[in-house]
C-alpha cells in the first residue's frame, strides 16, 4: 500500500509499505479521510519524533477485516478512530486527567513503524485497546464528518473544563478550525463569543458559527525575547475598548488562545476580570519558556488552565453533535489532497492562506 512516511525534519515521502497484519483483537481499517492535525505538523518540523513514523490521526474509513476475537462490528461498517482512549481505572482517569493516563499514551492505531497514528496510509490497524473509540457513522453522513470527530472532542473537552455560566463573555483568539470549533461549542453552550483573528475571511465564518462580535487585531511591535520575559505586554488597544465595550469594563470571564502565540496569551490575561480564566490550547511543543504575570494568578485570582487531546467519555456527545449537524464542521473543510500530494497538505497546513481551513488527505 502507499503511505506518506515522516524520514526526518520536514522530509515526507511517498513510499509502498505492506499493508498491517492484524491480530484477533483487532480491526483493519480502510483509510478514506485523514485530517491534518497541528500536533503533527509540529512533529514533522521540529523533529521531536525519531523516523520513520507514519503520521495522521483523525481519520475515518471501511472496516475491511475483524479479528477473530472482536465482537460489536463487521467488515463494511463506516467508521470513525481515535487513536488514543484510557484506562479509565488508574489513578489519573480516577481523576479524570485522561490524557496523563498510561494507556492514553500508547497509540492504537498504525499503519507501519511506531504507531503515530497511520490515517496517512491507505490502510490502518486498529489495536484493542482503543476499540472503545471507534464510532460508527450513520449513512447520511460523510467521511469527513467521522474525521473531525476527534478534534470536535478534544475542543468540548476544553470547554468542560472551564467553569462557565450562560451569557458570560469569552474571547477566543484565532479562528482556524479549532479556533472556530470553540466558537460554535461556546455559542451551543448559550456564551457569548468575541472573536479574533488576523483573516477578515475568518472573522466573518466566525460571525455564522455564532460568534457575537469579532475583531481583527493591529500589529504590536515586536519585543526582544529578553523583554517579552520581563515586562508586561498591554493589549491591543481596538481589542480592549471592544472588551471594555462589551463587559462595562470588568473584563472578560474567559479567553481561549487557540493559536501558538505568547504574545497573544498575555494580552489575554490582561483583558481577564478578577477570577477569569485563561485557556491554554496550541501550545504544544515543550521546551518553550513562556511568561504570564504571576501576581494576576495569585492576586486576582485568574485561572491559568490547559487542555490536551480527547475525553472517550464525551464520545457520545460529541456524535451527536456532528451527526446530527447542530454542529456542522463541513464548512470547516476547504481543502483535500491526495495521499501523493500528502506533503502538499502538511505544508498548506502548517502555513495557512485567507482560505485555508481544515486540510485533509484523502487516500
Not at 522530509?11 to 509499505?17: A, G, H, N, S
Not at 462589551?246 to 483583558?271: E, F, K, N, W, Y
Request: one cysteine or more.
Amino acid at each position: 500500500m502507499r503511505a506518506l512516511v515522516y524520514r526526518g525534519i520536514n522530509d515526507l515521502r511517498i513510499e509502498t509499505v505492506p499493508v498491517p497484519r492484524i491480530g484477533p483483537g483487532d480491526l483493519l481499517v480502510k483509510v478514506a479521510v485523514c485530517g491534518v492535525c497541528p500536533t503533527d505538523i509540529k512533529k514533522i518540523q521540529y523533529g521531536t519524533v525519531p523516523a520513520p513514523r507514519i503520521f495522521g490521526h483523525e481519520t475515518a474509513g471501511t472496516i475491511v477485516r475483524v479479528g477473530a476475537r472482536v465482537r460489536g462490528f463487521r467488515a463494511g461498517e463506516r467508521v470513525g478512530l481515535h487513536h488514543h482512549v484510557p484506562c479509565l481505572r488508574c489513578h489519573f482517569c480516577r481523576h479524570q486527567a485522561f490524557a496523563q493516563c498510561p494507556q492514553y499514551k500508547r497509540t492504537g492505531i498504525t499503519a507501519g513503524f511506531e504507531p503515530a497514528g497511520g490515517g496517512f496510509a491507505e490502510f490502518v490497524r486498529v489495536m484493542p485497546f482503543v476499540l472503545p473509540g471507534v464510532v460508527k457513522l450513520p449513512a447520511r453522513n460523510t467521511f469527513a464528518e467521522g474525521a473531525l470527530l476527534e478534534p470536535v472532542n478534544t475542543v468540548l473537552k476544553a470547554v468542560r473544563r472551564l467553569n462557565l455560566q450562560r451569557g458570560d463573555v469569552v474571547l477566543v483568539a484565532g479562528q482556524g478550525p479549532i479556533g472556530l470549533m470553540f466558537t460554535r461549542l461556546l455559542a451551543l453552550a448559550g456564551m457569548r463569543v468575541l472573536a479574533t483573528d488576523l483573516f477578515p475571511e475568518r472573522l466573518q465564518l466566525a460571525r455564522r458559527f455564532g460568534a457575537q462580535w469579532t475583531c481583527r487585531p493591529g500589529a504590536a511591535p515586536k519585543a526582544s525575547p529578553a523583554r517579552q520575559l520581563t515586562e508586561r505586554t498591554e493589549p491591543d488597544s481596538a481589542l480592549t475598548r471592544l472588551a471594555g465595550r462589551i463587559t462595562r469594563r470588568r473584563g472578560l470571564d474567559a479567553a481561549i488562545i487557540a493559536v501558538p502565540s505568547d504574545q497573544v496569551m498575555r494580552q489575554c490575561q490582561a483583558l481577564l476580570r478578577g477570577g477569569g480564566q485563561l485557556m491554554v490550547f496550541a501550545h504544544t511543543r515543550r521546551g518553550v519558556v513562556s511568561a504570564v504575570d504571576l501576581a494576576d494568578v495569585c492576586v486576582d485570582e485568574k485561572d491559568l488552565l490547559g487542555s490536551y487531546s480527547a475525553d472517550v467519555t464525551l464520545q457520545s456527545e460529541v456524535a451527536r453533535l456532528v451527526f446530527g449537524r447542530r454542529f456542522d464542521v463541513r464548512p470547516l473543510i476547504t481543502h483535500q489532497f491526495d495521499l501523493a500530494q500528502g506533503a502538499a497538505a502538511v505544508e498548506l497546513a502548517a502555513k495557512p492562506t485567507p482560505s485555508s481551513l481544515k486540510v485533509v488527505v484523502t487516500p
